[in-house]
């Protein structure tokens, strides 16, 4: 990961802050992402460069995340490549600085970033923070279109997008690309999990998995399975946003939610309950 060079004033929902951007010193030798991506014409990277790749992304994003970052738009066009797998991030003109606990305080209000590699909770319909695996999410979308030749989803307009980020499933990398192995499929789909308590919790755990399955390859021409994720311990405080024993009633705030969406007539709802209790939190877990 290269040094962070210079400064720049960025505007970051809202507020101005200053925030170190990652800027190479010189681009000699460097090339966008998306300009390797666009003459393959929907066929994936051969395994040996795509790992490489994966792993420089990877360490890329170590770099942003230990200056305390959130990128917010990881995709090709904001990665910059060499032909010995060397990569550096740019396009740091939405990222914003994350709070000591890991995590936004409030979604955002206005949404930015590129819909076709933003994560669910930064569509800003997920009523949950904004934190560092949020660039998890977008870097397992451009792994997908690495290893597979094209995006896990496709939509005609941004509710559409947004409809697939919350709520569809891709096919897997293996499904589309059979020579992809399992185990590499997987840590893509682990990147690509809806509720970010299911991805990775940080950078360094994928680039171990990543590490292993680069040195099985490379020395031995084949990746075997393994389980993911026993080097990913989060290097702060993430609280949970799972909720838990309260499925009855969130339920039944769901179905009125969808009665008044069906039918002619509104409805009101009152949450009641003591101080602290969890009713606001309740309340937010509704779509």
């Not at 919350?166 to 293996?174: F, I, M, V, W």
Request: proline residues 8%; aromatic residues 6%; contains cysteine.
């Amino acid at each position: 990961m290269n040094g962070f060079a210079s400064q720049s004033e960025l505007s970051c929902e809202g507020a101005r802050e200053q925030v170190p951007a990652t800027l190479a010193p010189e681009h000699t030798g460097y090339q966008s992402l998306d300009k390797l991506v666009e003459p393959n014409a929907g066929r994936p990277f051969n395994l040996t460069r795509f790992l490489r790749i994966a792993i420089g992304l990877a360490e890329a994003l170590i770099g942003v995340h230990k200056q305390g970052l959130i990128h917010k738009d990881i995709r090709p066009a904001n990665v910059l490549v060499n032909d010995a797998g060397s990569v550096r991030l740019i396009g740091f003109s939405i990222a914003s600085h994350m709070p000591r606990d890991g995590r936004s305080l409030l979604p955002p209000d206005v949404v930015a970033g590129s819909l076709a590699y933003m994560s669910p909770e930064q569509t800003g319909r997920m009523n949950r923070p904004i934190d560092s695996r949020s660039d998890l999410y977008s870097l397992g979308v451009t792994l997908y279109v690495l290893s597979t030749g094209r995006l896990p989803f496709t939509g005609a307009d941004p509710m559409e997008w947004i409809h697939c980020h919350l709520a569809r499933q891709p096919l897997s990398p293996e499904q589309r690309t059979p020579d992809i192995p399992a185990v590499v499929s997987s840590i893509i789909m682990k990147l690509l999990a809806k509720p970010s308590e299911a991805r990775y919790q940080t950078a360094v755990g994928q680039l171990r998995d990543l590490v292993r399955c680069v040195n099985e390859w490379e020395f031995h021409r084949r990746v075997t399975s393994f389980a993911l994720g026993k080097q990913d311990k989060p290097d702060r405080l993430l609280i949970p946003e799972r909720l838990h024993g309260r499925a009855t009633v969130l339920d039944a705030l769901l179905s009125s939610f969808d009665r008044v969406v069906a039918g002619p007539n509104p409805e009101f709802v009152l949450v009641s309950g003591d101080a602290g209790v969890g009713k606001s939190f309740l309340c937010r877990c509704v779509p």
